[in-house]
């Protein structure tokens, strides 16, 4: 069969980009060797959240004291946690294909190599190949689960982000190694159920890529959870005796440490999925793990582009979609604008959680940039003292000569739904006295960024 467009993944990158073709009358289809959805929406960015939530409503009813509700002590069934979570991925799966059945996009079941001359072969779970053409092929075949050679996945003992999300039991104790998001997510998760969490990272700072201070505030809010928190850290290796892992641990002072547990999760990362997919045979140039491609996810081979994980920028599902978008209407002959790199927002959905755009205080400095910085505590907040949750802070970086943001810091209750208003207000070049000036909601947890603003000039009425 001949289509205008074949993207191989489904994704958020894979079938955003599917949808958008079909609707800009392309002949379209995609894909699947595994889930519609890929891995944000069936063991990733979805799932990840339903179990987060639960464990959120857990720790209400445990301190349902503290707001005047008296209840039995609360118990965590993590098979009923796990079987909520699955119900919401297959909800969501069920809701792409509903999407790509309304735009008239086919969908090949089946893993997808792409061919010289403009073809796919796709080899179904029965081991039957076909051969489809394409004026257009999209590789967007995402990642998985990077394995460490100190640290090797048997799915039992240690494990990745797809065993974590499905545990039989409740483990009384697990070590996490790496605290990004997908680390630091499970981290809490666990710790808020009862499992004794040990959380090791290499960097300085967990969840490194945040602000320092942000990384500060979620490591004292993990630890006054009760959880153990390892900075400057390496596993080394693990030793496993019976149902027992001996987790081998060099500290900050180089010093051994060695800490049992029932469970390791490793979460250092990913790796992209680009190995027997054709890029070797039609000659699509890679570099460290990724495709390379220009401002319009076009490989150095016409008519075959890449999007998502496998291609340099930031492995997050709203970029994957944004690339999508911007490859098919450059595509089609328009003239998209180019994605900001500089201004993708980034979330951890941790309690409290966090949310970030643009610049640390610290890059910002050593970008060259003389820097007024203002903070807002939560503590000081109506509305966050009345939720009872008063953990963090907005934080605002600015550029003393022009008034502009440089980055917004957010970690707190529900900041990971504020964040998109500094990234308007910075894709549209809003200097930080306009965003100040605009009248914030009260009580709202969004007016601690009007405050953050106004103490960065001396000039906060409530910080």
């Avoid at 999209?138 to 996945?153: F, H, K, V, W």
């Avoid at 700072?205 to 602000?211: L, M, R």
């Avoid at 010093?255 to 999925?273: F, M, P």
């Amino acid at each position: 069969m001949n289509y205008d467009l074949i993207v191989i993944g489904s994704g958020p990158g894979g079938y955003v980009a599917a949808v958008k073709g079909s609707q800009m009358g392309l002949k379209t289809a995609v894909v699947e060797r595994e889930n519609l959805g890929g891995i944000c929406l069936n063991w990733g960015c979805i799932p990840t959240k339903a179990l987060l939530k639960s464990a959120q409503a857990f720790n209400y009813v445990n301190h349902g004291a503290n707001y005047g509700v008296n209840v039995q002590p609360a118990e965590a069934d993590i098979t009923a946690m796990v079987q909520r979570s699955r119900g919401v991925a297959e909800t969501m799966s069920k809701g792409v294909q509903f999407l790509l059945k309304k735009n008239n996009v086919d969908v090949i079941m089946g893993t997808g190599k792409v061919m010289p001359d403009h073809k796919v072969e796709v080899k179904d779970a029965e081991g039957n190949v076909t051969v489809y053409e394409a004026k257009n092929i999209i590789i967007a075949t995402g990642a998985r689960s990077r394995n460490l050679p100190n640290l090797p996945q048997d799915g039992k003992h240690i494990i990745g982000y797809r065993e974590a999300m499905t545990l039989p039991f409740k483990p009384k104790s697990m070590v996490v190694v790496g605290s990004g998001a997908i680390g630091s997510e499970f981290a809490f998760f666990y710790q808020s159920i009862g499992v004794q969490v040990t959380l090791v990272e290499f960097m300085p700072n967990i969840i490194p890529n945040e602000d320092e201070d942000t990384s500060s505030q979620v490591a004292r809010s993990f630890k006054k959870m009760g959880m153990k928190v390892m900075t400057s850290a390496s596993v080394e290796h693990v030793d496993i005796e019976g149902d027992v892992c001996h987790v081998h641990i060099k500290d900050k002072k180089g010093a051994e440490v060695l800490v049992d547990c029932d469970v390791v999760l490793s979460a250092v990362g990913v790796i992209t999925n680009l190995e027997g997919i054709g890029l070797e045979e039609v000659g699509i140039q890679t570099e460290r793990t990724k495709i390379i491609v220009d401002d319009y996810y076009q490989t150095n081979v016409p008519g075959y582009y890449a999007i998502g994980d496998v291609v340099h920028g930031p492995a997050l599902a709203h970029v994957a979609s944004a690339e999508a978008i911007c490859c098919v209407e450059k595509m089609c002959g328009g003239n998209p604008e180019k994605v900001n790199y500089n201004n993708i927002p980034g979330c951890t959905y941790t309690t409290p959680e966090v949310a970030s755009v643009g610049l640390s205080e610290k890059k910002a400095i050593e970008a060259g940039y003389e820097v007024l910085v203002g903070k807002f505590f939560f503590k000081a907040s109506g509305k966050a003292t009345a939720a009872g949750n008063t953990d963090g802070f907005i934080k605002m970086v600015i550029d003393k000569k022009t008034d502009l943001i440089l980055g917004a810091h957010m970690c707190g209750d529900n900041v990971t739904e504020m964040i998109a208003s500094m990234v308007v207000a910075r894709q549209n070049g809003l200097t930080a006295h306009q965003v100040a000036a605009s009248i914030h909601p009260h009580p709202t947890m969004s007016e601690a960024v009007m405050e953050a603003i106004e103490a960065a000039y001396g000039k906060a009425i409530h910080g």
